[in-house]
């Protein structure tokens, strides 16, 4: 059984980091790609960024590229997602995701709120 634990959110003023941390289990992680997902109040589901199984690709949505850096550990299942100069605008609960035999996989996901 596929598990995603994440963790790291919290209350963060404007212009502030925050670092996500996504523990898996349950599947062969290191042999697949892992997203991160955010929703904030009111909104759908949006993807934010996307990193291959060894870590080579990354890709970013548009209005977090420069700010958000995805990075993995495959010595420790983990995926991470470090926030830099974070808005208003990134407050959302924040998920990770797997796409593994056919299903997409979700944590519990962690909330961020920025706000002075």
């Known amino acids: 059984q596929v598990q995603l634990v994440e963790s790291g959110g919290g209350l963060v003023q404007p212009g502030g980091s925050l670092r996500l941390s996504c523990a898996a289990s349950g599947f062969s992680f290191s042999d697949y790609g892992m997203n991160w997902y955010r929703q904030a109040p009111g909104k759908e589901r949006e993807w934010v960024s996307f990193i291959s199984n060894g870590g080579a690709r990354r890709t970013y949505t548009g209005s977090v590229k420069g700010r958000f850096t995805i990075s993995r550990d495959n010595d420790k299942d983990t995926v991470y997602l470090q926030m830099n100069v974070l808005k208003p605008d990134d407050t959302a609960v924040y998920f990770c995701?797997?796409?593994?035999?056919?299903?997409?996989?979700w944590g519990q996901g962690t909330q961020v709120t920025v706000s002075s």
């Open positions: 995701n797997v796409y593994w035999r056919g299903l997409d996989w």
